[in-house]
């Protein structure tokens, strides 16, 4: 692990977010890249308000960062996270979208010599992956894109193969796009399996490698007002998470933050893994 120093983990909406600076997360993800021992994987996973309404106390996977047998690295992935964090904690945290991470994270995979994966996205993504990762990182080795349809990904045994599969293939870094809270169950459950020493739950975020999707203008995001600019663009699908979930969850991050990290439920943890149970949209 990294020497430097650590992120802070706090309590936004009943669930753990660790507060990083930028070159802090990607030093621990490229410190695990690089690590020489046998270590668990070190398993990444973004933070809106989305993800605050699937994983917080009472919500459908409330208390599974807490039961975890791995160590999470939970970056703020919205602005109404920012801006809470900031204010509790009196300081200024950037937000750091898998989006965005993403490229960095590839970059240094790609300077080390850390062999990369995709599971996630149709057929199709692989090999336009493939194309837009060698046009900018020419020293990037890509070993596989897997596309599992749903049904695979709901079985037990079928997940446990493809987890072999992607070992076989021997990624170090494995960037996950399966929509929450499915990735980071999926993760939960066979990232020992697959043998890799980073896991990335960053949702749809090879597409914006590729160019299927694209970020808000910088102006938008200085004024953290994308997202309107994306339900502007998506409107049938993000309706409901902006315009009727996510009240509900910005009220609950108001009234249930606080700088000490959640304690851990006192729910069992499940024995039998159903990879991810009912999938959600997005990133």
């Known amino acids: ?93 950037p937000l750091l979208a898998g989006s965005d991470l993403l490229a960095d994270v590839l970059a240094t995979a790609a300077d080390m010599g850390a062999p990369v994966g995709f599971l996630g996205g149709d057929a199709a993504l692989g090999p336009r992956l493939r194309a837009a990762c060698a046009e ?51 993760l939960e459950h066979f990232a020992d399996t697959t043998g890799i020493r980073v896991g990335l739950a960053f949702g749809a975020s090879a597409e914006f490698i590729v160019g299927e999707q694209a970020r808000a203008p910088e102006w938008v995001r200085r004024a953290r007002a994308e997202w309107l600019w994306r339900l502007t663009r998506d409107p049938k699908r993000l309706a409901r998470r ?22 851990s439920p006192n729910t069992p943890k499940a024995d039998t893994p159903n990879a991810g149970g009912p999938k959600a949209d997005g990133p």
């Open 136 to 186: 900018r990182w020419t020293a990037l080795t890509i070993v596989g894109h897997w596309a599992p349809s749903r049904a695979q990904l709901d079985d037990a045994s079928q997940s446990q193969a493809l987890a072999a599969t992607i070992r076989a293939a021997g990624p170090a870094l494995l960037v996950v796009g399966l929509g929450k809270p499915r990735q980071e169950h999926w």
């Open 1 to 93: 692990m990294s020497s430097g120093p650590t992120p802070r983990r706090i309590n936004l909406g009943g669930v753990a977010v660790d507060l990083a600076q930028h070159h802090v997360a990607l030093d621990l993800i490229g410190d695990r890249l690089r690590a020489d021992s046998i270590e668990p994987a070190l398993l990444v996973a973004s933070a809106n308000l989305q993800h605050l309404g699937v994983f917080r106390p009472g919500g459908p996977e409330g208390g599974f960062f807490e039961r975890s047998d791995h160590s999470w690295l939970v970056l703020l992935d919205g602005a109404p996270l920012v801006r809470r964090a900031d204010r509790l904690t009196g300081g200024s945290w």
């Open 242 to 263: 902006y315009l009727v979930e996510g009240p509900g969850e910005w009220w609950r991050l108001q009234r249930d933050s606080s700088t000490e990290p959640p304690r």
